[in-house]
């Protein structure tokens, strides 16, 4: 079984800003793809970014990249020039790739102030 | 449609009452999920179709909980005899190759 832990139930940050969110996971598996997602106020699940295990550099999307430690089972989100827009709720998930559901952290609540 | 979609946006229902939420994934998405996401937790994986084939029931936590996908298209989970701890947000999502699209839920209140 994979967990994921999230131990930040709440960040802040000021506008334009850098803001990391820490996710650790547990697995035995060597095969397998982590995402951060995104739940604003209309609670849609929105992917923020993907990473592949097997791949050695970090993901980054705009805004948006991640630290990817494997030996340490670490994968953080970093998010650089903090905008108003990025207040939500932030979840961390894991994927094996012998598998199909993702399995989630509780969470980190991302506030964003002027 | 664009997106996925699910109905109703929120329910309140009484104790005992059956309910039924109702999703309709992206055209074409082969795979739909149910997820369950209870007020401060992350999401809890419910139940998993692949097309044609038997769907994965591990994630439903009791005997009340059931789910159809008809025509490989619209699924439907039903909640029979429900009770307070059934009030969640239901979160469906449908992929075709990697990637989840989600839904924006179904917010369920048990009263």
């Known amino acids: 079984a994979q967990t994921v832990t999230q131990s930040q139930p709440e960040m802040s940050v000021q506008e334009a800003e850098t803001v990391t969110l820490s996710c650790t996971y547990d697995?035995?598996?060597?095969?397998?793809?982590l995402f951060w997602y995104k739940q604003p106020p209309s609670r849609q699940m929105i992917l923020v970014i993907r990473?592949?295990?097997?791949?050695?550099q970090n993901a980054t999307e705009n805004r948006f990249s991640v630290n990817f430690q494997k030996a340490a089972k670490s994968f953080s989100l970093k998010i650089s020039d903090s905008q108003l827009g990025d207040a939500a709720m932030y979840f961390c998930?894991?994927?094996?790739?012998?598998?199909?559901?993702?399995?989630f952290g509780k969470g980190t609540s991302l506030l964003v102030t002027p | 449609g664009a997106g996925v979609s699910q109905s109703p946006s929120n329910k309140v229902t009484e104790k005992g009452k059956d309910v039924e939420l109702r999703c309709d994934p992206i055209?074409?998405?082969?795979?739909l999920y149910w997820y369950r996401q209870s007020l401060g937790q992350g999401l809890e994986f419910l139940i998993y179709f692949q097309g044609n084939s038997a769907p994965d029931k591990s994630g439903l936590p009791s005997d009340r909980f059931s789910a159809e996908r008809t025509g490989g298209s619209v699924s439907t989970l039903t909640i029979q005899r429900t009770q307070q701890e059934d009030s969640a947000v239901y979160l469906c999502?449908?992929?075709?190759?990697?990637?989840?699209?989600f839904g924006s839920g179904t917010r369920l209140t048990v009263v």
């Open positions: 999502a449908s992929s075709l190759d990697f990637g989840y699209t």
């Open positions: 990473q592949e295990a097997y791949k050695q």
């Open positions: 998930a894991f994927e094996a790739n012998s598998g199909y559901a993702l399995n």
């Open positions: 055209s074409g998405h082969t795979a």
């Open positions: 697995t035995s598996e060597s095969d397998y793809y």
